[in-house]
């Protein structure tokens, strides 16, 4: 990575997108290759994302920005959480984020993946007598001196769900080592749908389930930057994704953020020794990916961030139609509101619970983060129903920004989406667009059906929930109560039976 | 209309799309006029979905055609219906039509709108001595002559919701006559998201709403073909929509079929008394409105036709993923199951318990047309959402057909998509796709925001079961069993109090 | 049994209240027995509510009768469904018969399990050569002739729910064929939760289950005098039910209707061979199970008739409490009344799919049969609750009647529990006491926990769901639209790919 | 009072119903005069819910005392809440308490009126000049040292909804000063449904709404002893209240627990200048009202601790009924799981968020509060259905405890109510009613309906929900996005247009 070299940390969002020019990425968009991913159209959006996560620092470091345990003031998705407080300031952030973006802005992974991390690490060394935690450190200390993006690549391509990866038809299916040298071990497989990646600076590839003891070929955590050699990306096609090529910005809806997910493949990538932090130690992985879901479940909290902006989307769209004061309309503002205010609300909580682990770094609680998770995989779709309700059919029948900007048609547009002289007409046009964008368009992909599946699918946090239910201690309180577990207080049940008469 | 002329009846899909060609409609998408819709690829789809009513009709006589009062077989998208059993049959068909095509086929508005006119312009005739009956039964024999296809313009684009048509800043928000002639009458105005306009051959132009005895150039209902001199059609823009103009056909989804839905404008066009079914009397608007919507609200059943193409995907798609079996994923498609019937169960309800009207045509229940619609409104969201549970997130992640097919990326994909080695992965990307294209794509707009909007709002849905919940009835009920209302029963409320002594 | 002598039919509800006098029965009720069960005040609301479907017989014959197949007028009760037509005219009287109690008058699982057995014997029958269909006519001719009641007794005890019959630690956890006689059979077990059992004439008795070939002594069907020798019937407690008992009968809420259910224990009780309907057909105990769940899951049809009675109930509270043209409140009458119209309408959308089995009699469609009664397990909970809201919290902190009657406080309860000078405070007392009666009180029970588990828990509609799902024809639906099954339409699936241009 | 005149603590459970002895009460139940309420078999159950707050003060008091300002160890119950893990704590206590008694435990309105009153106390001072901070801290020292039972009085009967206070028929049925002497003054009127209000030693009467400037006789605060003068008490009426009064104990369900509400009738009681807090400040009561509701919306995180004995009963019943494993069994404990969880998370969410006040209380976040309080009127009745979907339709079917104990009918019951031999039928018995306890009987009035109304109908959570909901906020954020407000960032939103040629 050319950006390796350079020892001036990133300080804002255009240093930030400098940082990722020429550097030779093998991507691949709707078919080609695209050699400068920074200036591609379809691409750019998902990059002022990221930057947004800089330039708040610079605005508000109070909020993302941390002090880290050497005094440093690091990016806040860069810093290791020591108290309940920054993990709800990670929330607090991710919020603010998302009502500044609308979209995903690609950086929680990362952060959630080094926290995550910072304990496993500390326990394998604990019970193995490896050296991960310490390397961990120090690559953290590079990527804070430095101020990168770190991607995390967890979630495999999986094959067949039924099958574990080493009874997979092709063994790839799973990232593995192929094969080890002295230096460090080459890697095989690809990881889906990737956040951000081609944004990020650093990957950190780790194994996506728990694992038997006879696959510890696919236990395995590393870092690489992004160029490694032996990376190919493939850009994953968003919804109306190529309004962004088209000649009128109008259409897009959200012209300036979006969100990114692509398909790594590694084809035999190497990874040093200094950068591994897991290697074969397969009863790690159920606790790594149970910890990083504990971090990653409660950081959807940022769905309430986006939430919020649709929410004044459906609102403004409201009062432009003339709707504002109707009863109905305000009674789904309040629902919405009621929704994605419980979605922060179980995040925070999640957050406010935490626990500390023996490397030092706190952890949500887990419960709270896979019940403000499974939320997350409900009410962004009710949210979007109930704005669509408030838009009108317009959201899906408006015409074409070209129309709108046409010579020959724009005038009679102008003329019959108008709702009143005080409003003007094409600001009910972008706001219908947002509305579009956020509940089918680009990036209702992360607004629905990545609140569905990131971080873990429905399914997922009910294991997750049923585990942490403590079902036993509730049958012995219920027992308790039904008088068939004994009551030891002295005091009697209940006095005795016949009815006190009056006198 | 130049086959206005031609007087054998269309038989085929073939010759319905003939019929659609060379007839000089100012048609725009994108910002471009288009001299030929039947060849522009982002439009045919929509032409095949219409198409396929008159395939049915071919293969399946005993459901999609009827025959008339006259013993004449026709279409039964232009037939009365003169029982419940056309009613349901009704929604049989569409039914069947959602399941062929998986999008709205366009037939239904039209359809509607001749049974609601039927019982209504009979009811203005009694009450005024206007003509109307006759000229629509003419205009029915005429239309069901040559088998053409009938769309309902109804939804004016209504500027400021909060005023009536006569309070708008700008008269012609509402479609309104602007002057008469001997020979009839020119409006003006635009109606939105009209459903299949352009592949239609007449309009019936019709009022939205109750109108005020001062709205009486609002109060118009009348027949005109699709290439009237005045018209101009703008495209709504739907999800993802050039991806049909695209080379690749795998990123559709659903290549063949699809929805359509333009803003018609009325520049001063001209309707002839003959074709003129209301003028004036602005007391009828709302009958209009409630009885079309009377029909036209339980013909939402399409959309139960829609679900099972999204139900067959999702258990597809879940079936290529190895995932199947797990009870977590039969037990969604139940839900999805229950939900879509609950669709189809209250939208035949309706049409079961139909009444005949003095006109001698069958009008579907009210209050179960409305709950039926209203369903509609809340259900085809939650299936879309279980849809994408179960396809995984690679729904919205999935690289471009053109990456698939090309030689560089393509065997990279293949590989790792793939599942199993008894799932092509081919068809794994293709139902993808497809469960895209009904969520958040193409056919989405009409699967989930249509569904919302079109017949009416939820809202609307509402007042009119307020309307028909007869509260006063049920608080009757209430106070008799209460005991408030005297019971005329001879038999006494309760034997005497105390209880009986059993030896 | 007394009344089998007579000759007579039961015409009016005084009748059939004479006709359940001096039987001798074996009850138990709250510990004791009781030896004239009509008059005790517990249990006789039940009997009111049975006696009702008499008199809706006198008042309104069409609906509550129907001409049998001899062309006789009998109690729509013994019916045997003829037609679509006589299903929903089951459920219209149902309906009718729920806003006349606001509870559960007793007689569908009889009218159901007749139905079933009519055409399970003619299977049987055609099968194995045996009689029993002939029986059961002649046993219908019977009941028909003295207008009789009969309890159909189908749910066991059960013991543990992982086991089969045939499994359990004792064999008489579901009743079975203990010994066989020349004459007959003789049964052993006990049926749960037995619907007006005590109100009967006759019992049907019949397996709850699927059963294996091991299971044969417990396939047996037959008809029992409500008075054989050898039946204990123990009466289930309902929630409130001593209110009845009170002097004040101001705080039963429904002071003259409720419903019953009993255990019904069966020591040894012989069955003769004419009243055998099937004796040892393992094969057809689960073809019964679900034809009698066909009839039955519709029959809860009966749960919008109280559904009304409870709409009523709250918008007349919340006019009492002054509180009727709030728009929260009419929106939740709206969404009380929609949700309970859904019930009704999967319900007859049931009856009206039926279809003419072998026997001649016709059996709803059993899919929307599961999706009428799944709806019936979800929605009465949030009409109870819309219902508490619109109540205020004094629906669960009223003073009692004693109180209220009470010379001492009454006065100052008067004077506080006042709304409006033209609202009769006792009005308001009532109606707060018949919702609470209905959502948690005695008929709560009915209302709620029966609409629950009757006609089998919501898992076992589920189960249902999914096996009439045909999941398979749908996984081809969306496979041809997707492009992967041939389409073997000759038109091409879209025009040649490139964009047409425009001159 | 006779305590008052005490200066020893209460320090245990058995001390504190000892100290409700003898005081002389005017209470009514059942419409008769109770002269000792402490030996009331009807009424214990309530009592030594609050005995059990005593008892786990002694048990646990980290977490059900606190350090006062003075460093004085208090109950936490009267204790002032000095930082938001002051705030968690009441939350964490509430839920223990909750998990301990399966019903309300009746100290949370005192508590949260003095945590209330602290600070508008203050604020009104600083307005007025008034005495009112001091008096209440005065009192609050008294209670602390003698360790007392505080109920709040907040809901008045309210008369006719659609009107305000003055506007009534009768001008009492908001409580009033009727007049004023040198000592103090004289209030008239009625509170209804008061929790706990025997069970205290003293009341807090506050107004219940905004009032308005001619409304100053309404607006009043003060605290006065249970016991006195003119005050009369008639007991609200539970479901299956007199299960208590009968001999057999089985039949309860929750033998030894129980809620109280009663309505609370003042005739004319006087209270000393030293104990109000407020007299005719009418500008404050909707401060008082939205304060109160900050503390009391949050504090339903109770009823995630009695949701923890609902989920285990069902568990539990599930287990006996031998149908623990089953999948779908399961899955609805998953989901009653979630559901209590976010009554709890979004609670304790309230609490974390709180900010500080001028007079050094702390005030839980108003959105969070109520979106927890809206939670709760939805949620347990889903538990509640979920509960007794587990248990099976013996919930309400179960014969009595008499005929279980009865010698005649017993071992029947025993024979064909057992599941298996590992289960003991008493336990199953048990069980069962518990279940039925909470989702219809006794403490279901508490658990559902309480949970509705207490604290304010979920309409009031709505308007509170849309106060805090910061509208214009969020349609800035939409603005911003969609393009219409200007971005102030340097950087341009887009690239120029035309898609990047690769080479």
Same mark, same amino acid.
């Given at each position: 990575?050319?950006?390796?070299?350079?020892?001036?940390?990133?300080?804002?969002?255009?240093?930030? +997108?400098?940082?990722?020019?020429?550097?030779?990425?093998?991507?691949?968009?709707?078919?080609?290759?695209?050699?400068?991913?920074?200036?591609?159209?379809?691409?750019?959006?998902? +990059?002022?994302?990221?930057?947004?996560?800089?330039?708040?620092?610079?605005?508000?470091?109070?909020?993302?920005?941390?002090?880290?345990?050497?005094?440093?003031?690091?990016?806040?998705?860069?810093?290791?959480?020591?108290?309940?407080?920054?993990?709800?300031?990670?929330?607090?952030?991710?919020?603010?984020?998302?009502?500044?973006?609308?979209?995903?802005?690609?950086?929680?992974?990362?952060?959630?993946?080094?926290?995550?991390?910072?304990?496993?690490?500390?326990?394998?060394?604990?019970?193995?007598?490896?050296?991960?935690?310490?390397?961990?450190?120090?690559?953290?200390?590079?990527?804070?001196?430095?101020?990168?993006?770190?991607?995390?690549?967890?979630?495999?391509?999986?094959?067949?769900?039924?099958?574990?990866?080493?009874?997979?038809?092709?063994?790839?299916?799973?990232?593995?080592?192929?094969?080890?040298?002295?230096?460090?071990?080459?890697?095989?497989?690809?990881?889906?749908?990737?956040?951000?990646?081609?944004?990020?600076?650093?990957? +950190?590839?780790?194994?996506?389930?728990?694992?038997?003891?006879?696959?510890?070929?696919?236990?395995?955590?590393?870092?690489?930057?992004?160029?490694?050699?032996?990376?190919?990306?493939?850009?994953?096609?968003?919804?109306?994704?190529?309004?962004?090529?088209?000649?009128?910005?109008?259409?897009?809806?959200?012209?300036?953020?979006?969100?990114?997910?692509?398909?790594?493949?590694?084809?035999?990538?190497?990874?040093?020794?200094?950068?591994?932090?897991?290697?074969?130690?397969?009863?790690?992985?159920?606790?790594?990916?149970?910890?990083?879901?504990?971090?990653?479940?409660?950081?959807?909290?940022?769905?309430?961030?986006?939430?919020?902006?649709?929410?004044?989307?459906?609102?403004?769209?409201?009062?432009?139609?003339?709707?504002?004061?109707?009863?109905?309309?305000?009674?789904?503002?309040?629902?919405?509101?009621?929704?994605?205010?419980?979605?922060?609300?179980?995040?925070?909580?999640?957050?406010?619970?935490?626990?500390?682990?023996?490397?030092?770094?706190?952890?949500?609680?887990?419960?709270?983060?896979?019940?403000?998770?499974?939320?997350?995989?409900?009410?962004?779709?009710?949210?979007?129903?109930?704005?669509?309700?408030?838009?009108?059919?317009?959201?899906?029948?408006?015409?074409?920004?070209?129309?709108?900007?046409?010579?020959?048609?724009?005038?009679?547009?102008?003329?019959?989406?108008?709702?009143?002289?005080?409003?003007?007409?094409?600001?009910?046009?972008?706001?219908?667009?947002?509305?579009?964008?956020?509940?089918?368009?680009?990036?209702?992909?992360?607004?629905?059906?990545?609140?569905?599946?990131?971080?873990?699918?429905?399914?997922?946090?009910? +294991?997750?929930?049923?585990?942490?239910?403590?079902?036993?201690?509730?049958?012995?309180?219920?027992?308790?109560?039904?008088?068939?577990?004994?009551?030891?207080?002295?005091?009697?049940?209940?006095?005795?039976?016949?009815?006190?008469?009056?006198?």
């Amino acid at each position: 990575m050319r950006f390796v070299s350079d020892h001036e940390p990133i300080r804002t969002g255009a240093q930030y +997108i400098d940082s990722l020019r020429n550097r030779g990425l093998r991507v691949f968009v709707l078919g080609e290759r695209v050699h400068e991913p920074v200036d591609h159209p379809l691409i750019r959006p998902s +990059i002022h994302a990221v930057a947004e996560t800089y330039e708040l620092a610079r605005r508000e470091p109070e909020l993302a920005t941390a002090i880290n345990g050497e005094g440093q003031r690091v990016n806040r998705f860069l810093h290791i959480a020591r108290s309940p407080h920054d993990l709800v300031q990670q929330n607090e952030m991710q919020r603010k984020l998302g009502q500044r973006t609308g979209t995903c802005f690609q950086r929680c992974v990362g952060m959630d993946a080094l926290n995550a991390l910072h304990s496993v690490t500390h326990e394998i060394d604990l019970a193995h007598g490896t050296p991960y935690h310490a390397r961990l450190l120090e690559f953290l200390a590079m990527v804070q001196a430095r101020n990168l993006v770190i991607g995390g690549a967890m979630t495999d391509v999986k094959g067949d769900r039924s099958k574990a990866p080493g009874e997979q038809h092709d063994p790839d299916l799973f990232v593995r080592v192929v094969r080890e040298t002295d230096e460090g071990v080459v890697i095989r497989g690809a990881k889906a749908h990737q956040t951000g990646c081609i944004n990020s600076h650093w990957l +950190i590839v780790m194994p996506t389930q728990r694992l038997r003891p006879a696959d510890a070929e696919y236990a395995i955590v590393g870092a690489l930057p992004v160029d490694a050699p032996g990376i190919t990306y493939v850009y994953g096609r968003q919804s109306c994704d190529t309004r962004s090529l088209e000649d009128s910005g109008l259409d897009t809806g959200n012209p300036r953020y979006g969100g990114q997910e692509a398909l790594v493949v590694f084809d035999d990538v190497f990874i040093p020794h200094e950068r591994i932090f897991m290697k074969g130690e397969t009863d790690y992985a159920g606790m790594l990916v149970e910890r990083f879901t504990g971090y990653h479940r409660r950081s959807y909290v940022c769905k309430s961030g986006v939430g919020d902006v649709l929410i004044g989307a459906a609102a403004q769209i409201a009062e432009y139609n003339g709707a504002a004061t109707a009863s109905h309309v305000r009674d789904k503002l309040v629902e919405m509101t009621h929704l994605n205010e419980t979605i922060y609300a179980t995040g925070i909580a999640a957050s406010h619970n935490a626990r500390e682990l023996g490397s030092g770094v706190w952890l949500p609680d887990d419960m709270l983060a896979n019940v403000c998770k499974h939320h997350v995989t409900r009410f962004p779709y009710e949210l979007a129903r109930l704005a669509q309700d408030l838009a009108g059919g317009l959201v899906v029948t408006l015409p074409s920004g070209a129309d709108f900007e046409s010579e020959e048609v724009g005038p009679i547009l102008r003329k019959y989406l108008a709702t009143s002289p005080t409003v003007d007409v094409e600001h009910r046009f972008r706001m219908l667009r947002l509305i579009e964008n956020m509940t089918m368009g680009r990036n209702a992909v992360g607004y629905l059906t990545e609140s569905l599946h990131g971080a873990g699918s429905p399914q997922a946090q009910r +294991i997750q929930i049923a585990r942490a239910a403590k079902l036993d201690e509730k049958k012995a309180m219920a027992r308790r109560i039904a008088g068939i577990d004994e009551v030891r207080e002295d005091e009697p049940a209940r006095p005795k039976a016949q009815r006190p008469r009056e006198d």
